[in-house]
């Protein structure tokens, strides 16, 4: 069985009840389960009145879905036999959608990714790796503050809202798990036309993170450091900084000044 299909089912009952609250949800509103493997927290979702559509990438627990929650509950669920990645979320209609999932560990971050860029959610409730749930909520300065942390921030807003232990699945894996809650920005904070200049930047500041960003943005992009310096002088910025201690809208204006 390849990564994509590797799961750990949760079987702690605190933990259910707790992501299946934080969603929430009540009559009426929609809700995308992704990944409900054995349907534990689906029978929650749905019990709140919810209509639950569910995407699943396993056949065979896709197909067992709707009698793992009953009958009765199934009537509100739709299941989808899809990779949630290769899946058109246009098909969904337009939302809002609560989304919720148990993320596989391996493909968490993309997931994610794909989500951020989907205007029809409004509020997600996601579990992660704790490492990448850390790097998610990840606060200006710290050193798991990057390229994830910056991604978020330019569409969502997040915040961890439980640690679960990794005896909390079954099998039991090497690491532990976060719940993190996200609601998105409408607009985004980030334009569409100034995304190609803000992650270019970014993305080769973050490369050499210990070391001042002017150098190195200087270097990588044929500037002269005196424009360069300029640029964060102009962004509010100390010419020393490094790239995990600039605001999301420092690297804004930076994008602007510098690859306009």
């Not at 964060?232 to 690297?251: H, K, M, Q, S, Y």
Request: with cysteine; proline share 7%; net charge neutral.
């Amino acid at each position: 069985m390849g990564a994509r299909l590797s799961q750990h089912f949760l079987r702690d009952e605190g933990a259910r009840d707790g992501v299946a609250g934080l969603a929430n949800a009540g009559p009426g509103d929609r809700i995308l389960e992704i990944g409900p493997g054995r349907g534990a927290l689906t029978g929650r979702l749905l019990a709140t009145g919810a209509q639950v559509t569910a995407i699943e990438l396993d056949e065979i627990i896709a197909g067992k879905l709707p009698g793992m929650v009953g009958p009765d509950a199934a009537k509100s669920l739709k299941t989808i036999n899809e990779d949630f990645l290769r899946f058109d979320l246009r098909e969904l209609g337009p939302g809002p959608w609560i989304v919720v999932g148990n993320l596989p560990y391996a493909v968490g971050t993309p997931i994610l990714q794909k989500l951020l860029t989907w205007n029809q959610w409004s509020r997600a409730v996601l579990m992660f790796q704790l490492e990448v749930g850390e790097r998610i909520v990840a606060k200006l300065g710290g050193a798991d503050y990057g390229l994830l942390s910056l991604s978020v921030l330019a569409r969502a807003d997040a915040e961890m809202a439980f640690e679960v232990p990794r005896t909390a699945f079954m099998p039991i894996p090497n690491v532990d798990s976060a719940v993190v809650v996200l609601t998105r920005a409408d607009p985004p904070r980030l334009p569409a036309g100034e995304e190609k200049a803000f992650w270019r930047l970014a993305k080769i500041a973050f490369s050499q993170r210990r070391k001042m960003a002017a150098g190195v943005l200087s270097k990588a992009i044929g500037k002269p450091r005196a424009e360069v310096d300029a640029a964060f002088a102009a962004a509010g910025l100390d010419i020393a900084v490094r790239p995990e201690e600039i605001p999301f809208d420092a690297w804004r204006a930076l994008a602007r000044a510098l690859c306009p």
